[in-house]
């Protein structure tokens, strides 16, 4: 692998590393945000933050009680920077930059410092999708759908965590495995499970 050059985002919530990607970057109450946020004075879609060619932007949607940026409230899309602190009601972010870093370049062509945790996080979604094909007509569908929710979900967390991104084709075969979960549970919870997955992966559009 030869080395390569990348600029990295992520947004910093109680401890944990929210990677920014392409696209838009909810924020808000609402289940299909990147970051949910529990506060009664966050709206459903509180906020935005997108890459943009200078680094990240954010913009409020029309919120109530407003997004500040360092103490200061927002009118206006509003370009960040790192150590820059967002205000969202009671929950507060921390923009984390890390630019010109040295990496290694994998296959798939996308960048990470944490090679081992990136061929780990594909190890673990290899498991989950072998897990699933070997299951026959005599096992119990409902309980392996629970169990391998909760290997999925894990999987996704450490995603989010360590600000490791997944490639196209990972994002669609995580896809394909909710998908199937969701039908052998055959309920509204696992369902609306999927859907999340699916605003989250994609922005809603179909896998």
Known sequence: MRPAFATLYWLKHRGT????????CLL???PACLIVLGS???????AVVRRIHSGLQIEDLGSRNGTWVN???????TVLQSGDEILLGEDLLEVVIRQN???PETVSGLVSPLTAEL???RRALARVEDAVAQLGPGDD???AAQQLRAALDALLARQAERGLPLAPEEERRVLRVARILATWSNSQQFERWFQELV???TGGAPA
């Open 119 to 121: 061929e780990e996080q």
């Open 101 to 103: 870093a040295q990496v």
């Open 199 to 201: 605003q989250r992966l």
């Open 141 to 143: 569908m409902r309980a």
């Open 17 to 24: 590393l929210f990677p920014v990607l392409h696209g838009d």
């Open 71 to 77: 103490g200061t409230r927002i009118r206006y899309p």
């Open 28 to 30: 808000g109450r609402s």
């Open 40 to 46: 009664e004075r966050v709206s459903r879609e509180h």
